[in-house]
């Protein structure tokens, strides 16, 4: 709430004498704030009118710039009608000296502090980049990440966390890049090597497994870009898939522009995300597909909320009505007609970018002309705030919060501006290449800091180290079933598009990889199956809205189908089948095994005793079931950290 | 620091205790990922009338003319014009004289004096019939596609006002399968908590005779190897070299987690959900079928103290009250699977002294005609599958056309009125709501409101309010409360 206390600084407005200039930040917002913004600015948007920027004024017609006589706010708040009056009766007047403030401050062309809104704590992003200088380097911390991250510790008199074991190091690494913790033997070599550039070289190598990488990100970006094997919309031919675009992307570590400017301006394997989701029928106007357009490219790619601006002027920022519409307008081949809140206005939407800074769309060019121009735009070399988005990603994604929190609220005031900018640039720098951003974070000190509790309110978050993150529904499943050897069966219509072009996901990875092959005894990652009951309860959403944060609680259901479920139950018994057979004889030596392959660290005495208490000193397969449950239902399995 | 586990045991603590707990812990505890409840301050939450809520589903679009709602009846005769029909069955008194429903729900018309029938529900005409569109919007209140995931009405039930008994889920959904099924993705997204978060989601037991099983160890497993296995957990949890770290609330959520579902999975209540356990003359009283025994468990699951529990006839595609063919002779199938159990029901939770504070809903998403789709004048896409000028055939005989403009719902107990009838559709078609229209909005509402909920209450989600009823602006329907 540092909006309000910086208001309250202004205390009184001075009365002005005729002729002196009206100043907004001084004379205007004080009176705003003291009779109308607790109504109609913030979250409050009584009449459905908002005066949070000077654009909602004008949209809702409210102020007529240069014409205070025609203004409805000066007629209402000059009427004694107790229909129309403003404020409403019980409320108090304005005197004539604040309605004057007010009309001078029209007439004069309603000046309004840039960037300032009522709503958002009047923090405005930096939209170009910035190339911030790095700090010294302290304690041999050379890599960026550090050197940025040790001038804000000591700013915040924060300490820099202290670095885990490589056991952890690794478990996390593997996590994080390939979606599987470490198996036991590349754990054991990783361990035995020596010399200050080990960690380094490993996380080389684990970004170079294309294939597992891919198979790991597309969770991510199937959530972002709404790409889903089956689901609404694909009933009338109104939905289509990117997933073999996706995959050769993730693959092939297409550079960050580029793999933009393909899903903005498609071929016909991307166009998928820009074709969004056709609901059979009429659908709210907020949701046409144009306006779906418009919220995915600003969600996706600029970390904008313009879903409540598809409908009306944003109450939460600085989005109108007429910037959702213009991006809309960008994709939509016939014109597009102004609606609030569903109902038509009888304006005719333009074309339009919403940074103009940048440059613009031609609205009379076509729209396969349009949409280049608008992934030009997005990948311009200028547009720090497409940059600074992804990079914020990558950060949550690996650090477990980001560095503008939440990552779908961009306009909010970073923890580090310092560390965002210099991220972003460095995408630039590295020609867009998202593993090599990752692999600055992955190597750097901080990225293997103890995790850290998030006990703090929200709002006084700083930075002490990465977060724990919970699993995703895949990781947990896919480590599971490769710690068990238990991987499913490929599902048959995974080879195949039925008739409405879902399915077929495996059939587009055997593509990617130019083959025709048998998909054969090849593991089949969770990503790659079907949503059932379980997988929904750990958290993998329907693909009908963009996700971008699984949730990171356990819920109570969800430990019901861990406990009890049949989908598990039935994976532990095959796992129990294979690890009596693999381990027969040897119950000790299994269970240390179990431990390396599941936590990366051997069980101390008194687990060892518990576990060989649970499994006796014969086990059967039931009881080596129960000793896989107990594990994997540790925190410690369940959560990277 | 209290957990909103701790916040949700309904036991000797009072609603307004409950709320008011809720919007501490949304100020102090929201570190994490849950929506805050909004302006709580300014909504001032209703009496409630009802502690439970039984929603009876008639998944796939029930025909009024056909059931509770009977019109001029046409007797099957080849050669009959199909426009001179509006009802294929005749009508039937009730317990409440001036209410006749259709023939085949004898059960049902004699504990009409139990009862509000609502006939005047209307849907939104959303330009082309699908069920599930519209059966998203009866669940959640809102016309998908949304641009958040929508809650389900149990969901927020579960949400906002937690479970009666702590080891029953608050929301239970009986009877509808979902894998397999042809719309199951479009099942999906209204079978949800949505952005409120799994932990408010449905409970699902698509068979009620399997229900057992969904709180029992898994098959094979004893009860005591499930403890044991259990104990170990938690002795490995205790010795764990990292239990420095576990009191982060993220790892505490698990094993908060995994004591609710253990609790429930080791208490005796979950004798609740073992049809088997029921005396074996009340078993065939309501074995119809999986609605039948749903219903059943339905009135088990209250009992055990459920706040709200959804059974459904199920939807599948063409199958059940989704005739787009064979209406009559399907409809009369399924009055027999509906009327005992229903009955029967209102009947045992009176008997139970439970009626008076359990809300029964029996809803459709939306009505039939023989003729028209959607209301007069729509221009959506006829979907008859059994297309004729006259009757020729039995399959000719019923009602077709998704019909948007007037619906029946049933309701009992949880404070309404007994014997009540509002709203009315017109006896000749266009049959539709002549008085008293009810949206959807005012119908959740009125829900909500004997729940104890008001229509206003909101939800943050990204950084803007979510109401339970449509932007807030829902009424109920207050003449049905007596």
């Known amino acids: 709430m540092k909006l309000i206390c910086w208001l309250n600084l202004w205390v009184v407005a001075v009365p002005l004498a005729w002729g002196a200039e009206v100043d907004f930040v001084h004379d205007v917002a004080p009176v705003l704030k003291k009779h109308c913004v607790e109504c109609h600015g913030g979250d409050k948007s009584e009449g459905g009118f908002s005066m949070n920027t000077r654009a909602s004024l004008l949209d809702a017609e409210a102020a007529v710039p240069g014409k205070s006589g025609k203004s409805e706010m000066i007629l209402r708040l000059r009427s004694d009608d107790p229909d129309e009056q403003m404020p409403p009766p019980k409320k108090d007047r304005l005197s004539g000296k604040e309605i004057a403030v007010l009309e001078r401050w029209i007439d004069s062309g309603l000046e309004w502090e840039p960037g300032f809104s009522f709503s958002s704590g009047g923090y405005e992003p930096p939209l170009k980049p910035r190339r911030p200088e790095l700090p010294p380097v302290v304690d041999g911390r050379e890599n960026a990440v550090d050197r940025i991250l040790d001038a804000y510790l000591k700013g915040e008199k924060l300490r820099f966390p202290t670095p885990v074991s490589d056991r952890e190091f690794a478990r996390r690494l593997y996590l994080d890049v390939i979606g599987l913790p470490p198996p036991p033997e590349e754990l054991t070599a990783f361990l035995g090597k020596k010399g200050g550039e080990r960690r380094g070289r490993l996380v080389k190598q684990v970004l170079s497994r294309d294939q597992a990488y891919a198979e790991h990100w597309m969770t991510f970006w199937n959530d972002l870009l709404r790409n889903a094997y089956s689901g609404t919309g694909f009933i009338d031919g109104g939905r289509k898939q990117i997933t073999g675009w996706l995959y050769q992307s993730l693959m092939e570590n297409k550079s960050f522009d580029q793999f933009t400017s393909q899903l903005i301006s498609p071929t016909g394997d991307s166009e998928g995300f820009i074709r969004g989701i056709k609901w059979r029928g009429d659908v709210n106007a907020s949701q046409s597909r144009a306006l779906q357009f418009a919220q995915g490219v600003s969600q996706v790619f600029l970390g904008i909320n313009m879903k409540c601006a598809s409908c009306h002027d944003s109450f939460i920022d600085r989005w109108t009505l007429k910037e959702a519409y213009g991006l809309a307008s960008i994709v939509s081949k016939k014109e597009l007609e102004l609606t609030r809140c569903d109902k038509p206005t009888g304006a005719k939407a333009a074309v339009g970018w919403i940074f103009p800074e940048l440059g613009n769309v031609d609205p009379a060019a076509d729209q396969p002309e349009r949409l280049r121009q608008l992934a030009a735009l997005m990948t311009h070399q200028d547009n720090g705030r497409f940059t600074r988005t992804i990079v914020n990603r990558l950060w949550r994604q690996l650090m477990g919060r980001g560095i503008v929190h939440p990552v779908d609220a961009m306009h909010t005031r970073p923890w580090s501006e310092d560390l965002l900018d210099y991220l972003a640039c460095y995408l630039v720098d590295q020609k867009y290449d998202l593993k090599k951003v990752m692999e600055l974070i992955l190597t750097s000190d901080a990225y293997r800091g103890r995790g850290t509790k998030l006990t703090q309110r929200p709002d006084d978050y700083r930075f002490e180290g990465p977060l724990m993150r919970r699993m995703t529904a895949e990781q947990f499943l896919d480590a599971i079933w490769s710690i068990t050897g238990t991987w499913p069966k490929p599902d048959s219509r995974a080879f195949k598009k039925d008739g409405r072009q879902q399915g077929g996901q495996l059939e587009a990875v055997l593509k990617a990889h130019g083959e025709n092959a048998e998909w054969g005894d090849r593991p089949v990652r969770a990503v790659f199956t079907p949503l059932n009951g379980l997988q929904a309860s750990l958290g993998r959403p329907n693909r009908e809205q963009v996700v971008t944060e699984r949730p990171d609680l356990m819920t109570t259901l969800e430990a019901i189908h861990l406990a009890n479920g049949p989908t598990l139950a039935g994976t532990l018994a095959a796992a129990g089948t294979n690890l009596l057979e693999q381990w027969k004889g040897k119950p000790g030596e299994m269970i240390d095994w179990l431990f390396l392959s599941a936590l990366s660290r051997e069980p101390t005495r008194r687990e060892r005793e518990a576990l060989t208490e649970l499994t006796g000193a014969e086990p059967t397969r039931e009881t080596v079931e129960d000793l896989l449950w107990a594990v994997f239902m540790l925190p410690e399995f369940q959560y990277v950290n | ?482």
């Open chain 2, 1 to 482: 620091m209290k957990t909103m586990n701790d916040l949700m045991i309904g036991g000797g603590q009072s609603r307004r205790d409950f709320l008011k707990a809720l919007i501490a812990a949304s100020a102090a505890a929201m570190a994490g990922s849950e929506p805050r409840l909004m302006g709580a301050e300014g909504v001032v939450q209703p009496k409630p009338t009802a502690d439970a809520c039984i929603l009876l589903w008639m998944g796939g679009g029930m025909a009024g003319p056909d059931t509770l709602d009977p019109k001029r009846y046409i007797p099957f005769e080849v050669g009959t014009e199909v426009e001179k029909i509006i009802s294929t069955f005749p009508a039937i008194d009730t317990a409440v004289d001036d209410i006749k429903i259709a023939e085949g729900l004898e059960k049902i018309a004699a504990v009409m004096d139990r009862a509000t029938l609502i006939r005047s529900h209307v849907q939104p005409d959303l330009g082309h019939i699908l069920h599930s569109r519209h059966q998203y919007h009866w669940h959640t209140g809102y016309v998908p596609p949304v641009t958040v995931a929508a809650p389900h009405i149990g969901a927020w039930m579960a949400r906002l006002l937690g479970p009666r008994n702590p080891v029953i889920p608050p929301f239970i959904n009986v009877g509808q399968k979902i894998e397999g099924n042809g719309e199951s993705e479009e099942l999906k997204a209204f079978t949800t908590a949505g952005f409120l978060g799994s932990e408010y989601g449905p409970f699902n037991l698509p068979y009620p005779e399997k229900a057992a099983e969904a709180v029992r160890p898994p098959q094979g497993m004893t009860a005591e190897r499930f403890s044991r296995r259990y104990a170990a957990l938690k002795t490995l949890l205790k010795h764990s070299p990292r239990g420095e770290y576990l009191s982060d609330y993220h790892q505490e959520s698990m094993l908060r987690a995994a004591d609710n579902a253990h609790r429930l999975l080791a208490s005796k209540d979950k004798a609740a959900f073992d049809l088997a356990l029921e005396p074996k003359e009340n078993r065939e009283r309501y074995d119809t079928g999986r609605f039948g025994k749903g219903c059943l468990l339905a009135r088990r699951l209250v009992e055990a103290g459920a706040r709200f529990v959804e059974v459904t006839t199920e939807y599948i595609p063409f199958v059940h009250w989704d005739t787009h063919e064979s209406g009559h002779t399907t409809v009369k199938r399924l009055h027999g699977e509906i009327d005992g159990p229903v009955a029967q029901l209102i009947l045992d939770l009176e008997e139970r002294g439970l009626l008076d504070r359990t809300l029964v809903v029996l809803a459709s998403e939306f009505s039939r005609d023989m003729i028209i789709e959607g209301v007069p004048g729509s221009n959506a896409r006829d979907q008859a599958t059994a297309k004729t000028d006259v009757v020729k055939e039995m399959k000719h005989y019923g009602l077709h056309r998704h019909f948007t403009g007037g619906s029946s719902v049933l309701m009992f107990g949880g404070g309404v009125k007994k014997g009540f009838l509002y709203g009315e559709t017109a006896p000749e078609r266009p049959c539709i709501a002549t008085k008293n229209p009810v949206s959807v909005s005012d119908l959740h509402a009125t829900i909500f409101q004997a729940m104890g909920i008001s229509p206003k209450t909101s939800l943050e989600v990204e950084r803007r309010p979510f109401y339970v009823t449509k932007d807030g602006q829902g009424k109920p329907v207050r003449e049905l409360f007596g």
